[in-house]
């Protein structure tokens, strides 16, 4: 066998368990906000939730489905990182419950559009159900995955993300599709999970910490080179607030909002 078969070999071994590994992350990932989902639906049945958050203002929250607050697993607040004006078209990567999508829609305005798309079908249907509570028809929800999108190629103004990038095992493919469907001028507002010390090794190889925003977080300069890479300039992080979780590896990582955007 000669070494360049070898090489071909492992290679395709690797690609084949780097595969199985996502797929077990994505269902993992799935799975959990599913039961993020059926939790926000279970609990306001029985009229047991309160909508109070340290993300948003009373006043953004106020008049939204006490299920889009509850359901809302985010580690920020994109809607506010920059200017979403009248008459533009903005997609959100991991909508969830619907609650960015809704504070979009109220920017943006009857012209305006506004686009979810998340992979857990529980989330879907509990944002379309949000949507039919607030009587919206600016906002849609897509059951999709973030990596490969049913958008239209330079069809969207800004593309907004809440703590969700982090939960993808594949972040450049992310941000490429990112690229692609934003028009020339478009803008990234990301509010996500970043490391500020590289994780010991047993945190990374413990699964659960994918689904507690820790185990896909990546260091500053690994992230935001990623964004660069797919085309993006003017890539930078607009603040950064330590994340005080429970998790023993929580001072490992803080919750940023970054801003970015396609070359005009």
């Known amino acids: 066998m ?12 690797e690609n084949e368990l780097a595969t199985e590994l996502h797929i077990e992350i994505r269902e993992l990932v799935k799975e959990r906000y599913a039961e993020v989902a059926r939790s926000a639906n279970d609990c306001c049945a029985d009229s047991c939730c309160a909508t109070e958050t340290n993300l948003y203002t009373l006043q953004e929250v106020e008049g939204l489905p006490t ?6 697993a985010g580690c920020g607040n994109p809607t506010a990182i920059g200017a979403l004006n009248s008459g533009e078209t903005v ?18 305005g009857p012209d305006g559009r506004v686009i979810g798309v998340d992979m857990t079908a529980d989330m879907v249907s509990l944002a ?20 490969s ?18 939960l993808s095992p594949d972040k450049d493919a992310v941000f490429r599709e990112a690229f692609r469907i934003l028009k ?9 999970m970043l490391l500020v010390n590289e ?3 047993e945190a990374k190889a413990d699964m659960s910490n994918w689904v507690s925003c820790l185990g896909g977080a990546e260091p500053v300069e690994v992230y935001l080179g990623r964004m660069r890479a797919a085309g993006f300039d003017h890539v930078r992080i607009t603040s950064d607030t330590p ?18 955007h396609k070359p005009g």
Do not use: Q
Not at 2 to 13: H, I, L, S, Y
Not at 151 to 159: E, H, L, M, P, Q
Not at 184 to 192: A, F, Q
Not at 250 to 258: K, T
């Open 199 to 201: 994780l010991p090794e």
């Open 128 to 147: 379309r159900a949000n949507a039919v509570k607030l009587g919206v028809t600016n906002v849609e929800f897509h059951l999709s995955e973030m990596e």
């Open 243 to 260: 994340w005080e979780g429970s998790d023993r590896w929580a001072s490992y990582a803080h919750s940023m909002n970054v801003l970015a």
């Open 2 to 13: 000669t070494r360049a078969v070898e090489d071909d070999r492992e290679e395709r071994k």
């Open 91 to 108: 997609v959100d990567f991991g909508s969830g419950g619907g609650i960015d999508c809704f504070l979009a829609a109220r920017a943006v």
């Open 67 to 72: 299920e889009a607050v509850m359901a809302s």
């Open 149 to 166: 999108t049913p958008i239209r190629a330079a069809s969207v103004d800004v593309i907004i993300s809440n703590c969700v990038i982090n």
């Open 184 to 192: 020339p001028g478009g803008r990234v507002y990301i509010s996500d």
